[in-house]
């Protein structure tokens, strides 16, 4: 059976998914809560913590608690695709292919190196518009090794680059996860409908593959987010 501060956030997450509570309404008291489902306000307190941190609200002291606008809020070791992870809070995802090219890295060793990928002559470099909702969320900018992936077709991309990549039954091994500040371009402010000098928060991944026993690489993967929209998070075990 489900916790009792999960039968709260949960309710609360359709409310808001659903429009029934927009963005700046106030939740009910925690009082009110507590009376209207008879849990204890420890319960009640524990499942608007909760709703905190996921970002669904904000918590004024003296004042209550109310919607936020949506923003998500994942941890870094999270396996599962951006489409995914739309899906899974009650978002719809959307993904709009911007540029294609197939890049002569061999041409250009000063870009191989800034990509880390020395061993790759040539790639496929795909960037996307990542969206939740309609709203602008990310731009992705993937590089694919065109040794591996020979027979390319962007239009698949117009939807989930891992479900491509698992549709041509290629195995994902994470190498790492880098997290770090930027300064948007006017490119990225214009797509993301960003204000002003705004900084992004960037994620960017080398991954490989296994092949007859051998580990290779498969490219080079980088997301420019909004912050405002989606921010990542460290869980320590203790």
Known sequence: MMPKYKQIEERFIR????????????????????EETGFSRMTVNKAL????QQGYI???SGRGSFVKAKAMTRNVTDTVGFSEYMRSRGMTPGSQLLTYALVDLAADPARRDELELAELDKVHRIERLR???GAPIAITEDYL????????NPELLSRSLYAYLDRLKIPIIQNFVEIKACKATARQQSLLKLEDDFVLETVANVDTITIAGQRQRLGRF???YNPKRFTYRFVANN
């Open 49 to 52: 913590k909760q709703l905190e």
């Open 131 to 133: 969206t939740g909702d």
């Open 15 to 34: 409310e808001i998914n659903s429009g029934k509570l927009a963005v700046g309404a106030q939740l009910p008291a925690e009082t009110a809560i507590t």
């Open 222 to 224: 980088a997301s420019y």
């Open 58 to 60: 904000t918590r004024v």
């Open 145 to 152: 090794a065109a040794n591996l992936i020979t027979t390319f």
